[in-house]
Nanobody, 119 residues
């Protein structure tokens, strides 16, 4: 089970940190991904982190602004978002999959999402 938190409303240029609590790590959660979906748009990959090695990968649109990290002791994954832009407004989801990809279809397990609004 994946539970996101930390969403909210922020002005352009501001920051937010999203959290994803993972209650049951399995072999199917070797990679944790962050995704977002704006109204009327397809869900897109933001970035991901390998649970074992901690290697991260990001979409070009967020490179240099967003950072993914994990705390294995807390079974949590984080998405630090800086220099937020109105175009970052979306529902943000964390997901678990067997390997890392920016493609949503590679992740069978999803959280319920948390809304981020940038004005």
């Amino acid at each position: 089970q994946l539970v996101e938190s930390g969403g909210g409303s922020v002005q352009a240029g501001g920051s937010l940190r999203l959290s994803c609590a993972v209650t049951d790590y399995t072999a199917s959660s070797n990679c944790m991904g962050w995704f977002r979906q704006a109204p009327g748009k397809e869900r897109e990959g933001v970035g991901n982190i390998g649970r074992i090695g901690g290697r991260t990968s990001y979409a070009d649109s967020v490179k240099g602004r967003f950072t993914i990290s994990q705390d294995k002791s807390k079974n949590a994954v984080y998405l630090q978002m800086n220099s937020l832009e109105p175009e970052d407004t979306a529902m943000y989801y964390c997901a678990a999959g067997s390997w890392c990809s920016l493609r949503p279809a590679q992740y069978p397990y999803w959280g319920q999402g948390t809304q981020v609004t940038v004005s």
